[in-house]
DNA sequence: AATGAATGAGTATTCATTCAT
DNA sequence: CATGAATGAATACTCATTCAT
């Protein structure tokens, strides 16, 4: 008989039956994984999942969602309002981010995205809306306002904030794959964002090879 | 309708049944592909398909060795004897791969793999011998002897092949999830290998900010 | 129609689908019945019974068990603690149950047995440790008691407790081949009896030929 | 490329045929047999096979007369034509025979049909009309010719052919199912035809138990 | 609200049988 | 005659979902 694992208030349950499916997903996949270990797993019965979640789907989608929201706003506020300098924003609090995706629930839920994503475009339509374009967005205001304001030169790099993420989903792939092999994801990181910087900087003087 | 009922091309048949469950693999990922619709499209019935494939998992690594074993070989070797310049190689058959990677089969694969990897680990075994540790290494390789002759300085990107392929993974997963939404993933990949040749050229010189 | 399509009756649920299974594999054999057939027969759907037994190789062993177990207690008990002079016994109760045999389910098990028993080991392994070990070993026990009580004499009969089933077991086959053909099994049991038991009797003399 | 099981004599095709089913039926029993096997343990193509056995059911009965048939009427006629007195012919040619049925391809008839025999009425006809009713009158005959001619007496043993093969049946089953377990069946079947020939004899004097 | 017994459509796999070669 | 590639009906088992209690 061993305690439950979540306290009986009804208005957390749906956040705690997504809680334990977001586990579940992280561990098993959406496909292996069985209602019954969700519910199992929140502490609940099968009937009573089914009562906040009209399907499994759902619940994948309530776990997409939930995770995200959860965090993407933060990361925006970030962007928007800080009043350091781009590069100290980006060696700074935005560095610190990068490096925790490969290893948070953002990467997770790219995998489940990768592997589930054909089959749900709706979600991939919220994922896009919510998450994907708007930190890019986000993003590539900070680069538009440096570029502006004369830290920042307009270059290739000034228009791809794709090239920032990379290593990042490369990292978070790699995990996925080959979780055997070790890769300093870190360093693979730091070394883009110092390529990056150090092509973005104004003072940036280009040597062409003879 | 007056196909023969037997075609009796016995070579053939293992090729055109992989082949076929590539493609629905492809389309629908391996746990929504039914051996049926598998046997279907290679116009074949279910019986014939398990003369060749003792499961459905034999056939899904039959799939990735397959297209993935027929296109490795000649990366290797083009890496391995090469006698251009490691600049010339990078931004001539090497830029070529990296461009046309995140639309061949070999983007189906990383995305099975990403799915269903975690379920396959000889798979995956049989992935990273075959195919990634022996394209880094290859790559590593063309690094470090360009270092050696004096072509590229010893540097962090010296050493990080998976840089040049980050922007390539990008890519992938980005089609993969958001293939509605366009990316300009050649304009990305050769971002990439121009920031990480300036950065290689041993007559660089670095400008740190003041 | 009327039935209501939920009983909820969890407690009796695994026995009357072994019953059900037990009168299916009875009429077709073990290979031959189909798992949804048992179900059916049980008033249950295929899901259920799944619940219950999680292989058609464990209902079928499940079967073997119920069967055999509900019976052989009573046999053994019989044996052990009779206060009857081993002929009374043997002509009294043992004969009673020995003549129910060959139309008891216990035949069919037996049939079961001799027909799917070499593919499964670990079943003849249970029934020869909880059934005919225990059985023989048992009635040996009573021959021994005799024979030191001086009620009966040692001779190749009393050491071979199987001579008193050999009958039991020819009726049983003959009934499982033959059904149409009728044999007096109770005579043949009952001669058998008379057989052993006149070569048994202590006071017995013994007429060789010439 | 080993070279075939048997000679390329159109003529005993056939029998060959039935001769690996037999071999392979006895192995892993009728319904866990491959027609496939078969066709391979007989060095012939399947397509062969189906040239002279329109089904495997069709070689399961084959099977079944050719072994039966081949020795049937050895046995009978030996118990038709006997100069000996009952006594010795039972103790000799006859004691012999039984002792051998256990290990012989007898055996597995035996099994096959309490196996499959109630798939197939008609085979058990056969099985019933030339083998088990003819052993059974011709045996019943030698025992009728022995008391009319005085040397045994009309008991219930001389009207109960069945106790004769009861042990040896049993001994088919016991090698059948506990197959690790051994029995001294040798010595079983020796006793029961003591028993019965103490029983038969005409000088038999019959003491009651006081 | 809460439970978990009950359902049944869906799927991988096997194997007797056929028939083009 | 002989082959074995090819077929497809048959069947054990799973799991999302429902609903009587």
């Keep these: 008989m061993p305690e439950p694992r979540y ?11 997504a809680q334990a499916a977001f586990e579940a997903f992280a ?31 759902d619940l994948f989608k309530a ?16 962007l928007d309002d ?3 300098s781009a590069e100290a924003f980006i060696r700074g609090p935005m560095l610190g981010m990068l490096r925790q995706m490969p290893g948070s629930p953002i990467a997770v839920v790219i995998r489940l995205l990768i ?11 919220y994922y896009w809306d919510n998450v994907a374009s708007r930190g890019l967005e986000a993003f590539q205001g900070l680069l538009d306002r440096a570029v502006e304001s004369g830290e920042f030169r307009r270059c290739p790099a000034s228009e791809q904030p794709q090239l920032f993420i ?6 978070v792939i790699w995990r996925a794959v080959f979780a055997k092999r070790s890769l300093d994801s870190d360093r693979l990181i730091e070394t883009q964002i110092d390529l990056l910087l150090s092509e973005l ?10």
Excluded: F, W
């Design 7 to 17: 306290r009986r208030r009804k208005e957390d349950r749906p956040d705690e039956i």
């Design 27 to 57: 561990a098993r996949g959406y496909a292996a994984t069985k209602v019954e270990d969700v519910a199992k797993r929140a502490g609940v019965s099968k009937g009573l999942l089914y009562l906040y979640y009209k399907t499994k789907e």
């Design 63 to 78: 776990v997409i969602r939930n995770v995200v929201v959860r965090r993407i706003d933060r990361l925006i506020a970030g």
């Design 82 to 84: 800080t009043d350091q």
């Design 115 to 125: 592997a589930e994503g054909p089959k749900h475009p709706d979600l991939v339509d």
């Design 166 to 171: 990379a290593p990042v989903i490369m990292s």
């Design 201 to 210: 900087r104004a003072d940036h003087t280009i040597e062409e090879s003879p």
